[in-house]
């Protein structure tokens, strides 16, 4: 049976199994197994701290000539992962023909320049391990190829991680289209990273999340120089003048702004984000304290044209103003994404006076929304006709006779996010007959 089938099939075959299958598959001959590893073009390891066989690991990456996407991380749940640059090397010199490369690396960065050993890599995730101080080491190496990357995400840099400083001297520019910082405490040098942005002329995203010590060195210098930005994203940590500044100065075109920020953002930046904006797409708003119902209202009256995504999620000015969404909702009819999660004092009166004005949703999502009840489905259906994706996880006034309900009456529904318990035996039957997918 092993010899009916060619090797060309057998993978093929191979391409379409279930990750968890990959096991059983390796265990049933030795040509199975080397045709599994040699067709898997994706792998995540787990290793732990210290591994100490690196070289079985090289001989291991090596039967994977098709490996073009690889994902390392720590198997430690205490926190400390300590993975050498030997680990990079041993990588290098087993896939060189990876195209994206996520990796934990402890301090100090004496390795990066093996990242040049990969020529085809388009994206590189790279997380500091935390246990190190800052690295004051500083790069005098030079290499003779730069990285061309697409996308690079960075997390746990510090204020001294000076190594870092091969990577904004040794990044393509003009290649990267995406920039994403994690629980980022500085960038190195501040000269060398604003040289950097300065030539991300081509960058189209940008991601903030939990930096504020460094937030507004980089928005001011995205606001500077980055003109083909279209997407950005700040969350825990901004500053109020920095993002006003940013939306007063810069000259790109946004179309995507999410933003998380409880105490630094106000009116007056809706004010500017609708006048700068004013063909925004996506807007993204999370707990957002300090704004106001009028400030949303102007916002929503400046987007009219261009919205078709919008958040207001755990929003106290929805908690704190009646009738504000169903002002919003007569400026926004062009929606076709919807996120109201987790705004606990929402009624079935202000949702229903609402959703009349969003004839063309596409998708909902009402998870958290505690005290909505089976009365907000049925105006649900009886509104929005072309809706394929609903979310009532955790919406406790919502029960089996309202689930019902929205499945029999949503002809287009593909996707339902509830509680198993809410699912009766005709709901899974009727579910089953429209081909609608269930997630808890």
Known sequence: ?????????????????????????SLVSKRWRHLLRSSLSSLSLRLSPNHPSLPSLSSFLSHHTSLSTLSVSSSSSAGTTVFSGDLLRSISAASPQLLSLSIILSRPLLSLQLLTSFTNLKSLTLSLAE????????????VSSSLRLQSLRLSGICAGDYSLNWLWKNCDCKTLTKL??????????????????????????????????????????????????VSLLVYDGGNKESLLRFVRETTSDLRRLDLRLPLD??????FQIGVKFSRLRVLRLQSCCMVTGEGLKTLGLALSDSLEELALTNCDVINGQDGFLVELAQNLKKIKILDLSYNHTLLDKEFASMISSYCNLRKLKLRGCSRLTNVSLISLCKNCKRLESVDIL?????QVEGVEFLILNSRQLRNLQVEDRKLSEAARRWMTDKFIEVQH
């Open 1 to 25: 049976m092993d010899t009916i089938l060619c090797d060309e099939l057998l993978q093929e075959i191979f391409h379409h199994l279930p990750p968890p299958s990959s096991s059983a598959v």
């Open 394 to 398: 955790y919406c406790h006034g919502i």
């Open 180 to 229: 994403v910082l994690e629980n980022c405490e500085g960038v190195g040098d501040n000269s060398s990273f604003a040289c950097f942005v300065k030539g991300l002329e081509n960058v189209r995203e940008v991601e903030l999340r939990t930096c504020r010590s460094i937030v507004s060195l980089i928005l001011f210098n995205l606001g500077e120089n980055c003109k083909s930005l």
């Open 265 to 270: 953002l106000d009116d007056t930046h809706l």
């Open 131 to 142: 246990n190190a101080s800052p690295d004051s080491v500083s790069d005098e190496f030079t």
